[in-house]
């Protein structure tokens, strides 16, 4: 059963809801919660919007449990605090018992979580994250973080991945290869997944064009005109700002079919194609899509 909490948070009205329900909730106990403690330690701000999210969170677990017989909470071990709200208000206002069950957070070997809201997620959508971005994801992945997982990630036999471990004469990037092939043959197919590699290789090794590669369609009537490199690098997501285009192009970061753009005022014209139908615009030396002229 899939429910969005929309149905019931949206019906709420705020000075009832405070009245039936506040009460249940006190600062102090909030205070304790490792969510809410750390980021006072590290004297970060709180919002009185992500206060209240523990309260909206326990009163959805309310919900499910009146209407649904929900009885127990999953979540990462973040969510640990929130969980045990859910299960308090429960108790206090139903008089029932019920559970929650958190599971570590999968991080890097810097300690930083995989999640959404941290740089580097991807996406299960391929709409939202390309075939080719998510066998990126996996290839680029930090050494010390590559067996950790291809236990997580993949199917592969854990004796058959130690071995990979122990193996002293190992080449890690070969191990990042079936990293990437094995966790995107398992979202996206095999097909996907060499299809993937194949782009990769292209890209990197021969420097030409992979099928795979993200790709922007312009009109050839704007190319006559001309548009903005700027505006261009802009809408392709290699910068956020003009700010951060100038200092990328001060760093030489970006490049047209492999030539360095150092013009921060170039003008992308139908002529940088050479008569072909599309260029590649490249951000360093791993984010990479094609501007294709329709």
Known sequence: VFLNNEKWLTKINYI???RDYGKHFTINKMLT?????????????????????????????LELNNKNDCVLQIGGS??????????ELIRRVNGKESYGLTTPLITTSSGVKMGKTEKGAVWLDEKQTSPYEYWQFWRNVNDADVFKYLRLFTELPLDEISNFENNKSRNINDFKITLANEATKILHGKKASSNAEATSKKTFEDKSFGDDLPKVDIKKSDLNNGISF????IKINFAKSNG????NIANKGYRINNEIVTDEKKIVTIEDFNGEKVIKVSFGKKQHTLIEAI
């Not at 701000?45 to 009163?59: P, T, V």
């Not at 700027?230 to 690098?233: E, F, K, W």
């Open 16 to 18: 009832n809801f405070l």
């Open 33 to 61: 919660f490792d969510s809410v403690k750390l980021r006072l330690d590290r004297e970060q701000s709180l919002s009185f919007l992500e206060f209240n999210y523990m309260i909206l969170q326990a009163y959805d677990f």
């Open 78 to 87: 973040d969510q640990w605090g929130n969980i045990i709200n859910g299960i």
């Open 230 to 233: 700027n505006d261009l690098i």
């Open 244 to 247: 951060e285009y100038r200092r």
